[in-house]
């Protein structure tokens, strides 16, 4: 039987494959193709948008999180598990078979009823528009003392003053025209006026007002205390994503071709020149070739393919059985994510709505550990309870209210890897919430803050129970603490597991461009890069990330 060629891989070779139409995917090919610079190849593994798209549809409707049929079917651990340590081991001992079986480290080999922090849902996004197509569409911005410890890291070009054009270009910011946003960018930024908030935010609002905590209209400038409206990417209620915002006005473009349902397995290199990708076409191993690879796969889905290119710590790869191309023991390391703790409460009848949007406001503030701020509070409203991971349902409440305390720049950190050379084997993903003691205790501080809010007379009077937490159990250091490191859950706000930095670090996997150390014609552009998390939700950061290294590609 013969099979015709898919057409990807009869082209003779490919000016630019990007790997991955996520939210950095989606900017850098536009930009890229935009460029009259030689034809651009995106790959994504999962399907595409449905165009037109019905307003009605779960990637449009801006009111929940897309958590099933476009995402990956990750689970995470919270924590770390030794699993990692007994591969580096086997590897220095000589190799696949050197050792014991993986897993049986720490916590690592447990196979029976694991609890839910040792298999975290992980649903990163796998639709054309990646994360940006299944998220919250908050756009905030990072501050500008992220971008100072993005320059300490090594990474000069990455400080406020050179990032901020950036935030600009890709911004349409309808609020606050002037020079410290953009107004004519791809992406939409809305805010709610204070007016139209709900019931439940006005409340909020006003309680933080009451504890001291000033209006701060736009929650995209300064880095102060405050609280004010979320900016966010939807308009009236429709979620904008990266594939609605910057690609759909380039798919016309004769130079840009995107394939979906197209799983990149691995990198092909000559020598340490990158030459290409393997990828399965809807199934079916493919060899298709390039003069440049960008990888946009995401903190998880980056590193993975790197490992499995031969692309990490020598240790493991030879663990797994992987000829290795470069030693750079920082590939899924320093994985990072903004740790949270939500108490959910049951609102009064007829104070909730589902359909009626979950985020409004939010307030960064000093949880009181020091004087730092630290934390970012706000409400998650109008949220039906099957739609939460691990909520434990016994209740029978059909909505709940939840006031989430999610730690702004937490020090804890994970990893992701492979344990298995099987192109098909799930990535191992421990997010090491918690493994700092200090990311604990600010979040017990804030934790004892967030309940003087819910405690406030407007809000306690609209809601009717609280799960878990009371007067009682807030007052004991010891079941704040044990809460806290028990119900902290991340955000999906995976990066830095590939952080960018100059050759001298070890950890670093590519410079301030971009560029793959140890290699040639390989770049990372997705928000694996980040030296840090900045202190907000890692969209908007990721766009203007790679808005900015789409320039420096074309320079
Ligand atoms: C449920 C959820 C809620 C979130 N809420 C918010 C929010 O409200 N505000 C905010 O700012 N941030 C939010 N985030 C985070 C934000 O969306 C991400 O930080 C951002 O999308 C990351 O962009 P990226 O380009 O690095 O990766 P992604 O957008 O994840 O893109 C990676 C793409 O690569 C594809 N891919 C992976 N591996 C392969 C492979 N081997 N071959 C081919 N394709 C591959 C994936 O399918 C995906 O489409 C949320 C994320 C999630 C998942």
Redesign the pocket.
Known sequence: MTTTPDPVAAVRAWEYVI???????AVTAARLAARDSGNVLL????CDQPRPRDRAHPLADASR???AGY??DYRANLRTSGRLEDLLARGRAGGPGAAGAAGTGAGGGRAAARALWERFPY??????????A???????RGLPRDFAAWEAHGNPDWSWERVLPFYKDIENDADFPGHLHGDSGPLPIRRTPREKVHELDAAFWEECNRQGVADLPDLNSGEEAGVGPIPGNSVDGERVD?ATAFLADSRGLPNLRLRTG????RVLFEKNRAVGVE?ELDGRLTTIRARHVVL??????TP??LQRSGVGDAGLLRALGIAPVVDLPGVGRNLVDHPSVVIWSRPADGVCTPGLPW?QVAARMSSGYDGEVDVQVGLLNNVESHTVPGFVDRLGWPLVVGISVMLMRPRSRGRVFLDSADPHAAPVIELGLGTDAEDVERLCHGVRRAWSFLRSPGLASRLTRTQFWSDRTIASEGVVRSGVRHIMNP?????GSCRMGPGTDPWAVADQEGRVHGTENLRIA???LFPAIPS?????T?LML?EKLARSMKE
């Open positions: 790997v991955g139409a996520g939210s950095a995917g790959l994504e593994a999962g999180l897309v958590l995402n990956w649903q990163l996004g796998k639709v054309v528009g990646g994360g940006s299944v998220n919250g569409a908050i756009a905030l990266a197209a799983r990149v397995t990828a946009s796969a995401g903190a998880v889905g993975v393919v985020r955000g999906w706000h995976a990066a997705d928000a694996s907000a939700p890692t969209n908007l990721t790679a």
